[in-house]
């Protein structure tokens, strides 16, 4: 019998290649381990205070609002453009472009672009930054996981191991064989 539901709070910006590993690794595992995985955009500018990410990260705070569901296609499909392609994802055709590539009609895109100067979203991106800063982040990715009544933050992608011991779970790698066999 699988335990109840833990909840994992992802903080991330699509800016950091580190950030992915994490994204990638918690989407694997978030069933394996039966666990409420939280996608939190964040923008490691108010955190680190340095970053080209805005138009991108209000953008997926916007897809977050307004369709959470393609929340984490989209997350991926940005940092393929920057990572993976050597594409750009500041100005608004490519971030449109990345949307649309995950599945996400040019309409529903253009709409959401419109949004990301709102002070809705603003505020929302602000919001979610400045609670992993309360959480202690230094930068991104962080982990914070809600288990037993306990608050655990964990920095970084290369935590994923010990992310495992605090919940109990065995740690199968990067990619694991559940997940392999479906590939």
Not at 154 to 181: I, T, V, Y
Request: aromatic share 8%; net charge neutral.
């Amino acid at each position: 019998m699988k335990p109840l539901p833990r909840t994992l709070e992802l903080f991330y910006d699509v800016l950091s290649p580190y950030c992915w590993l994490g994204f990638e690794v918690l989407c694997r595992y978030q069933h394996i381990w039966n666990v409420k995985l939280q996608l939190r955009p964040s923008l490691i500018a108010g955190i680190m205070r340095e970053s080209g990410s805005v138009s991108a990260m209000r953008f997926l705070t916007a897809v977050n609002m307004e369709c959470p569901e393609m929340l984490e296609k989209v997350s991926r499909e940005l940092w393929i453009r920057i990572w993976a392609r050597d594409e750009d994802t500041v100005q608004l055709q490519s971030i449109q472009a990345a949307a649309e590539k995950a599945g996400m009609s040019a309409e529903d895109a253009r709409a959401l672009l419109e949004k990301i100067s709102t002070p809705q979203v603003k505020n929302q991106l602000r919001e979610t930054t400045e609670a992993a800063c309360k959480y202690g982040a230094f930068g991104l990715p962080i982990v914070v996981a809600h288990i037993d009544g306990k608050t655990h933050m964990l920095f970084g992608s290369d935590r994923m191991e010990l992310l495992a011991h605090l919940l109990g779970e065995k740690w199968m790698g990067p990619a694991p064989p559940a997940l392999s066999a479906r590939l």
